[in-house]
Every structure is written in structure tokens, then in C-alpha cells.
């Protein structure tokens, strides 16, 4: 029988020492944290949901998305725990329309504004199945000139103002057609310091946004869906997020459980706005 050399022997358990050592030390795909998929988040452990800034009521109540008060602030949480999130483990950011859907890196996992789902979005960013549906409103202030209008027709003289890159400009665009073209602003608050400004003499909104964004508001109506312009409302995502598939179940789960539902039935009032026609 060969004998070993005693220093070869040391040298040997050594080796394992340390390497066992290095294993402790390493990172692995379970971070500890709540998250069932912690290595493909921002932070591991941690879920970041972006929301505007600021977030208007019904979406979110009292611009503070922690509070879960708001339609968007409670399906985001509600997606969290199905994603194996708890609460704490929730970080809000903020984030401005433009640059959620502009290509290039993210700084949320997960992002909620009113986005509606369109194929020249979805080259820049993924988006969840659907979560609402909602079509587009006119919004006046008393004593402005669209006050009494009763028709696209009646708004085509005057001046119309939306968010840029948003459905509801597309839809002043393409519905109403104004002479004078859609007033372009940065955000829905710019468009209604506009208006309240008398710079312009109604807005477009979403239905729900323009029921409760305008203090005093009048709305005027609703516009006809626009031909290739989907107001069905995603979750945007970084584009090929890993976690794309796993929000579009939590959102279909929620959906087929009644829970979308209920939380559409708490937070989106019915709203009964007549037609422009």
C-alpha cells in the first residue's frame, strides 16, 4: 500500500475547508426574501412598482401608493402577494409616462399608470395581460367655451388639449380632428393647469381619471373607440422581464377568482357618461 504524505493529507483537507467555506459564502437563487423570483427583481427580496407622480385618485387615493388605498395601488399589491411578495417587501418609485414606455433599462420590475396596450408600446416594453378596460372623456371647466357642447362636432372649432404619447391624445386627434390640431403637454396635470388656465378649452381624459381629476369638472361625454387604439390597461414591465408570465397569471388568476371584480367594484365607481357622437 502506498503511503500518502502527511503534508499532502493537510493540504487535501484544507482545500475542502475552504471550498466549503466559499459555498456558504456564495449567493444562490433563493435570496431569503419573500419574492418566489427575488434574482429577477431590481432589488433581490424586494418587488419595485413604479406609479406616477404624482398618482391621482381612483388609481391611487391621496398620491401615496404605500397606503393600497386606489384601484392601481391595490391590484399592485394584490400581484405582489401572488408573486409571493409581502407587503413590506413592496418598493414604491416614481416614474414619469414617457420614460416607463421609452426603450432602454428600468428602474422598477413592475409599473402601473394607466398604460394602455398597444403594439408600438410593446416593441419598447411588455405588458401584463389586461387589468380594465375604460374609453376617453372630454372635460370642460363652467363658463368655457365648451360648456355646452353636445357633440364632436360642437369641439372641432376649439382648442383641445391631451397628454402626448397617451390614448387619450390619439383619440382627441383622430375623433374630434380640432382645427387648430391637439395641444401636446408633457403630463395629464400640465393638461389641466392648461385648462384651468383657460389656455385651452377642454381636455381628454380616460373615463375614470376625468371623473375625478378636475375639481368642478364638466364632463362632457365620451369618445368613439379609435380603430387600432386599445384602451385596455396593462402592467408595464422591462421589456422580456422574466417576470412578464408570472404577472400575467397573478392578473388572470385575479381576474378568474373575482378579486379584479372586487376591487373594481370598491375603487371604479359605474360610470354612466353618455356618448359624443
Partial sequence: MTRIPSRLVTAVATAFVVAGALAACAPTSDSGGSGASGSDTVTDGELTIATGEPAYSPWVEDDDPTSGDGFEAALAYAVADRLGYERDDVVWVRATFDESIAPGPK????????????????????????YYETRQAVVTLPGSAAEGATSVADLKGLDIGAQSGSTSFTAAESVIDPDGGVQAYNSNDDAKAALEAGQVDAIVLDVPTATYFVE??????????????????????????????????????????????????????????????
Fill in 216 to 277: 368642478g369638472g364638466v364632463v362632457l361625454g365620451q369618445l368613439a373607440a379609435v380603430d387600432g387604439a386599445s384602451d385596455q390597461l396593462g402592467i408595464v414591465l422591462p421589456l422580456d422581464s422574466p417576470l412578464t408570465d408570472e404577472v400575467t397569471r397573478a392578473v388572470d388568476d385575479l381576474r378568474d377568482d373575482g378579486t379584479l371584480g372586487d376591487l373594481q367594484q370598491q375603487w371604479l365607481a359605474d360610470y354612466d357618461v353618455k356618448d359624443l357622437s
Fill in 107 to 130: 428602474t422598477f420590475d413592475l409599473n402601473l399608470q394607466q398604460f394602455s396596450i398597444t403594439e408600438q408600446r410593446a416593441k419598447a416594453v411588455d405588458f401584463s395581460s389586461p
